[in-house]
């Protein structure tokens, strides 16, 4: 089966010769056989314009080689009613009629054709991910047995694009992000892709709007010339109000996205300098790897990886990162409360979605999947009803909604 990428090109095996006005190229049809053609340049008028179509064939070449890896996992506690453990947040609805992981496929779909796309999945979300994300072959979801964080994830993920294309690149990104303008997204994405060459990898940076404690930050010194990419200086954990009120005045700190790109060998070679007992878990599933009926050894090996962070594992470790700054609104949506930030309000100030009845009603989150809300008086909370279970609580306390689920003993009480 020919390998596909995000422009819909066949690999280009040949460079373009710039030589001549019709660019003559050669491809890999998918089929063994080469086959030649002709590109019709836009600009060829001089060296310079046929510069910059050099840089765009440099470009398509990444492209084929990019995979993106979407991570689907956690649980359901910060938006409980609607999310539980059975359907956790990337799979709800929560900012329209898609969820958050399908809106997120078809942001990167532009860039990252559907047979390159991994979903990196528990296996109790399996079936859900699937139905959502029909596009995406059954071969490319990758099933964690259990959860081990985000330096497991990504090791095991690594295995298997390095099975795919051992020259691959990989893209990890968040499923349940919200973002406000996919194009500027793409653009930003293709400037981390420009910038990785001379780069052992590239994360991408929100520039801070408030003094927010509850992201772990990047430290990155402004290049001089200006440059697109800035020198990563250090990761930083989430910090207390000062501190973050520091950084937000200061220019060059950055809120950690979770979102990076490496040459996927390059992030084996990592894992292998700065945490060798992962390495040695990785090097026991590397021959199961695309087997079926490797599944029940792989959930025997799984377990015993360490269960760390890629940022406090592999990103803290490393020297040699470049920060890309974001040029799109973004926000984790971590809680209830983020809606704000993500949807637009009404005249009084309330976020609503479904069916609502409401009196004097002001500055409310208010979410009704399956039956009516009706509020009368009221301001400043957070209202939520789904699958026969309803939440009410003030808007400053939906960061500890973690703490009411635990209260309740189950997800699914």
């Known amino acids: 089966m020919p390998v596909k990428h995000g422009f819909g090109l066949p690999r280009i095996t040949e460079t373009i010769n710039l030589s001549v006005c019709r660019f003559p190229f050669r491809v890999s049809s998918g089929n063994g056989k080469p086959e030649t053609g002709f590109i019709e340049p836009l600009y060829y008028t001089s ?62 779909q532009p860039l990252v054709a559907p047979d390159r796309i991994f979903i990196s999945i528990g296996a109790a979300h399996l079936e859900i991910a699937r139905e959502q ?35 691959g690149l990989m893209l990890a990104l968040p499923a349940d992000h919200f973002i406000r303008d996919a194009e500027a997204y793409r653009n930003t994405l293709q400037t981390g892709l420009n910038s990785l060459e001379n780069a052992t990898g590239v994360v991408f940076g929100i520039l801070p ?32 109000a000062p501190k973050a009120a520091q950084y937000l005045a200061a220019g060059n700190y950055f809120w950690n996205s979770g979102m990076f790109l490496w040459r996927n060998r390059t992030l084996l070679e990592l894992i292998k300098k700065h945490m060798p007992e992962l390495d040695a878990g990785l090097c026991k599933l590397r021959p199961l790897v ?21 940022d406090f594992g592999i990103m803290e470790k490393t020297s040699g990162l470049r ?28 976020i609503r979605r479904g069916s609502l ?46 703490k009411l689920v635990k209260e309740m003993g189950s997800l699914e009480k």
């Open 47 to 108: 060296n310079k314009q046929a510069g910059a179509l050099v840089s765009n064939e440099i470009q398509v070449r990444e492209m084929s080689d990019l995979f993106a890896v979407i991570m689907a996992g956690g649980r359901g506690e910060r938006f409980w009613p609607l999310s539980m453990d059975k359907l956790p947040k990337p799979f709800i609805p929560l900012l329209g009629e898609n969820s958050l992981i399908q809106d997120t496929v078809d942001r990167i």
């Open 209 to 240: 709007d408030r003094p927010e404690t509850g992201y772990g930050y990047i430290l990155a010194e402004k290049p001089i010339p200006a440059a697109d990419a800035w020198p990563v200086v250090r990761f930083i954990e989430k910090p207390d």
């Open 357 to 402: 009845a409401m009196l004097e009603t002001t500055n409310c989150i208010l979410y009704a999947r399956n039956a009516t809300i009706a509020t009368y008086g009221v301001t400043d909370l957070i209202v939520v009803e789904a699958y026969g279970k309803v939440l009410v609580c003030h808007k400053n306390r939906a960061s500890d909604l973690k």
């Open 133 to 167: 994300l029909p596009q995406v072959p059954a071969d490319n979801f990758i099933v964690e047995p259990v959860g081990r964080d985000t330096s497991a994830c990504l090791g095991f993920s690594a295995l298997h694009i390095e099975k795919r294309d051992p020259g």
């Open 290 to 310: 695309g087997f079926k009926e490797s599944e029940s050894k792989i959930a025997e090996i799984f377990p015993e990886l360490p269960r760390i962070s890629i």
């Open 323 to 350: 920060l890309v700054p974001a040029r799109f609104g973004w926000d984790d949506i971590g809680t209830w409360a983020a809606l704000e930030r993500a949807l637009p309000a009404d005249s009084e100030g309330n």
